[in-house]
């Protein structure tokens, strides 16, 4: 049981350029979200999704984009980096459902460095 | 939107030690849920509690929920280097949203 598998582990952009950050879980999740953390403030989200082609925002959502086509993925997209994007990135994915207290799964993060 | 303070930031205790840290909230929570990260890692959850007044124990940890279900507390007994991390708290609050408090980062001196 795979869990929450996030890809590449590593990245180092050069300010401008685009990628896309790789989230699968293979728990029939309904609930999956992106968060970034950053020294002294925490886990911050980014954006979440309550299940297949629906997304919204969190509390920092500027510079990135989100989809949902499947239950499995939920892709996180910079269109163009910036130096403060430099962070530790988690996807996280829950059962249940909109609403549902169920612990949240972590993958193990993406450490990425905008130069 | 709902916000949950964590204190202390910074904990630094001598192997052995009991200590506590706090969670807490301006507004009512529907629940709390704690978890850990270790150095270079991951969260990963440790415990939900729903209930006022709710307590639970994992071996040397204790958790408990406020009456008034505002505030939440994690007690360590007898710190050992195994607990070195950093411990958040979260919340929903009754939205799809789980908030995250900053984190308490526990180091321990042997």
């Known amino acids: 049981n795979a869990g929450v598998t996030q890809t590449p582990k590593f990245q180092v952009l050069k300010t401008g350029q685009s990628m896309t950050l790789q989230c699968a879980q293979d728990?029939?999740?309904?609930?999956m979200s992106w968060y970034r953390q950053d020294p002294g403030m925490g886990l911050r989200l980014i954006h979440y999704?309550?299940?297949?082609?629906?997304?919204d925002q969190g509390e920092v959502p500027n510079g990135y984009n989100v989809s949902r086509s499947t239950t499995e993925d939920f892709p996180l997209r910079l269109l163009s980096a910036a130096p403060s994007q430099t962070s530790v990135y988690f996807c996280?994915?829950?059962?249940?459902?909109?609403?549902?207290?169920?612990?949240?799964?972590f993958g193990d993060g993406t450490r990425l460095s905008i130069l | 939107g709902q916000q949950v303070m964590q204190i202390p930031q910074y904990q630094h205790v001598q192997e052995g030690e009991d200590f506590t840290t706090y969670c807490n909230s301006s507004t009512t929570l529907s629940n709390i849920q704690w978890y850990k990260q270790r150095p270079g890692g991951h969260p990963v959850f440790l415990i939900q509690l729903v209930k006022s007044g709710e307590v639970k124990k994992q071996k040397r940890l204790t958790f408990q929920f406020g009456e008034a279900k505002k505030n939440s507390s994690l007690h360590i007994t007898a710190t050992q280097t195994t607990d070195v991390g950093t411990y958040f708290c979260a919340s929903q609050g009754g939205s799809e949203k789980l908030v995250f408090g900053k984190g308490m980062k526990l180091t321990v001196n042997p």
């Open positions: 728990m029939n999740h309904e609930y």
């Open positions: 996280a994915s829950r059962g249940g459902g909109g609403g549902s207290n169920q612990p949240q799964h």
């Open positions: 999704s309550v299940g297949a082609g629906i997304t």
